[in-house]
């Protein structure tokens, strides 16, 4: 063999026709595989987005809205001392004559709507609108002149809604001068699927209308039916223990329980109602109940069980977003220093038998001023001045708690004399100052109460706690009760501030010099089903109603409105508000223990 080979070069069949036909089709249809894979992406994206995400969708409509700041700012911003040493605001409060636009009745039966309740029907704050109506072509106000707006609901196809019962919050604000304001009244519900707000100009500038959907008529009537059906919808526990706890039992609670063998812990002087499902251990009996508490996630369980996940989605789409605005900025003229009207001219001092009006006042340079009374920003030295030889008692939820723990905290010798850390939430808290002779005190409200666990024993009724006062006139009563009662009945509600107007009425007997002062609901935060179904605006406002009806016939007791003072600030809503707002708060209350 020759040590040399030749090598055969290769030759390559041609591929038959038919076969490069295949191998094509084969090519075309990888393709467009590859192509309906990204497609069923795209679209399932946009599904997801499209029902469970409007934010996202928010944010894309919102860009124009941006660049005239129609959005409040969320972040916090002391813009002000909090009781400064001195006050070096030159702004003078203006005078405009009220402008009556009463309070609406609200419907609080459950409506039915000839519609089906779908998710595309339901009112969305996307494609829902706002305009000034009055807005001349030069856009310019006077101050003191009004603003009206006309809102259109429209569902999320862009179709305006033929019927009512949305629930809208709206505001003015300028950023410039950190000033904001709630409408005159209350919104008006024309009942067609429009609504109408009216606002005073009470100060000169660049002002924004916002308006907020915070439910939409939908979601109100489910929360409605859901109250009307569930009166008792949070879960509460009681422990039942030995005394030294080595033999225990937790069973249920709450306003009303139906069981084979219950407790009944109903208050004897109050008759406010309180059951436990009665324990089953054969050792403890109903007098061995020990300690009270919630639980969050049982009660999440439970509100998700109250509502169809159709439903539930309706409640996805809404978390008080503004609604787009078309005509929704102007700009307010300042007036001749001759023709301005002062307001501590006209207004008259913060005192017993005031009545309410809406707004109650409104922020300038985040400093609150009263349409009621001629409020003050008090000095740190002033505060301290108008509560010497005061006791200061606060009962109530969190947010009156609010109050005792600014005040300890920023009066100079305040010394809390309790374990703060033990009674932190639920109290009894004191805080002394000595060398004024200030006595500071806060206890929770009895039951129903949403916390960790705490003894029974330390539990006191509102309205037991005033009857058991000694008269002076130095001691100033501080109430709240509303946050802990949204997931009542409003008769529940009813009959307890009933009894405890009964009390107040007795005290002023005994003790008629002393001030009692209430303060009303706030705004707060209640982003998901859970929190809307137990402790909505919606539901706090209507409670807040109920207060205002039952108190506003006495003519010794004041209630102070901080649900203005929540509503129009630029801050996040929240069940504890930022220290900024409490400020203005103390700063009302001194100016009634005090008027200027």
């Known amino acids: 063999m020759s040590r040399h080979t030749t090598t055969r070069k290769r030759q390559t069949t ?82 405009c004559p009220p402008s009556f636009r009463p309070r609406q009745t609200r419907n609080t039966v459950p409506n039915r709507h000839n519609h089906d309740g779908t998710l595309e029907n339901a009112t969305s704050h996307l494609t829902s609108t706002v305009t000034i109506s009055n807005l001349n072509s030069e856009r310019t106000y006077n101050l003191c002149d009004e603003i009206i707006i006309k809102i259109e609901a429209r569902n999320l196809y862009g179709q305006r809604k033929k019927y009512g019962g949305d629930y809208f919050r709206a505001n003015m604000y300028s950023f410039s001068n950190a000033a904001a304001v709630s409408q005159n009244g209350d919104i008006v519900d024309n009942q067609d699927g429009t609504y109408t707000a009216y606002f005073t100009a009470w100060w000169p500038g660049s002002v924004i209308v916002q308006v907020v959907l915070v439910h939409s008529s939908e979601v109100v009537q489910i929360i409605k039916d859901v109250r009307e059906r569930h009166p008792q919808r949070f879960v509460y526990f009681g422990m039942f223990a030995s005394s030294d706890f080595e033999i225990h039992e937790v069973t249920r609670c709450h306003v009303r329980i139906e069981a084979e063998k219950v407790c009944n812990f109903t208050d004897i002087k109050t008759g406010s109602p309180w059951f436990c499902v009665a324990p089953s251990n054969p050792v403890l009996t109903c007098s061995d109940w020990k300690m009270h508490t919630t639980n969050s996630t049982m009660a999440k369980q439970l509100a998700d069980s109250l509502v169809t996940k159709h439903q539930a989605k309706l409640f996805r789409l809404q978390y008080k977003f503004p609604i787009q605005g078309l005509d929704y900025f102007a700009y307010v003229k300042s007036a001749k220093v001759e023709n301005k009207l002062i307001a501590k001219n006209y207004l008259p001092k913060c005192m017993r038998g005031l009545p309410l009006v809406k707004p109650s006042g409104y922020y300038y340079n985040d400093v609150w001023y009263s349409n009621v009374c001629r409020s003050h920003q008090y000095t740190i030295k002033e505060a301290e001045s108008c509560l010497r030889n005061k006791e200061i008692l606060f009962y109530g939820d969190s947010t009156i708690r609010q109050w005792f723990e600014f005040l300890s905290s920023k009066l100079s010798n305040t010394v809390e004399t309790t374990d703060a850390l033990y009674y932190m939430k639920v109290g009894p808290r004191k805080a002394y100052d000595s060398s004024r002779n200030i006595l500071l005190y806060y206890i929770h409200h009895a039951y129903p109460i949403r916390n960790s666990w705490m003894y029974v024993s330390e539990i006191v009724h509102v309205a037991n706690a005033i009857d058991d006062l000694p008269s002076s006139p130095n001691t100033v009563i501080c109430l709240s009760l509303w946050a802990h009662f949204t997931a009542t009945s409003v008769q529940y509600y009813r009959q307890r501030l009933l009894t405890l107007r009964a009390a107040i009425d007795r005290y002023h007997k005994r003790s008629p010099d002393s001030l009692v002062v209430i303060k009303s609901a706030n705004t707060r935060e209640h982003p998901n089903l859970s929190m809307s179904l137990y402790t909505s605006d919606w539901l706090a406002e209507d409670l807040d109603q109920e207060m205002r009806e039952i108190f506003s016939g006495s003519s010794k007791v004041i209630i102070l409105d901080v649900w203005d003072m929540t509503a129009s600030h630029e801050s996040k809503d929240r069940v504890h508000p930022p220290e900024i707002i409490v400020a203005n708060e103390i700063n009302m209350l001194l100016s009634y223990i005090c008027p200027q």
């Open 14 to 95: 041609p591929m038959p026709l038919r076969h490069q036909f295949c191998y094509h089709c084969t090519l075309c249809m990888e393709f467009s595989f590859y192509i309906l894979v990204v497609l069923s992406v795209c679209s399932t994206i946009y599904l997801y987005f499209f029902f469970n995400g409007p934010t996202v969708l928010y944010q894309q409509q919102r860009t124009n809205i941006d660049s005239v700041q129609v959005l409040p700012m969320t972040f916090e911003v002391d813009r002000v001392n909090i009781l400064p040493d001195e006050v070096t605001d030159d702004y003078t409060q203006l005078y």
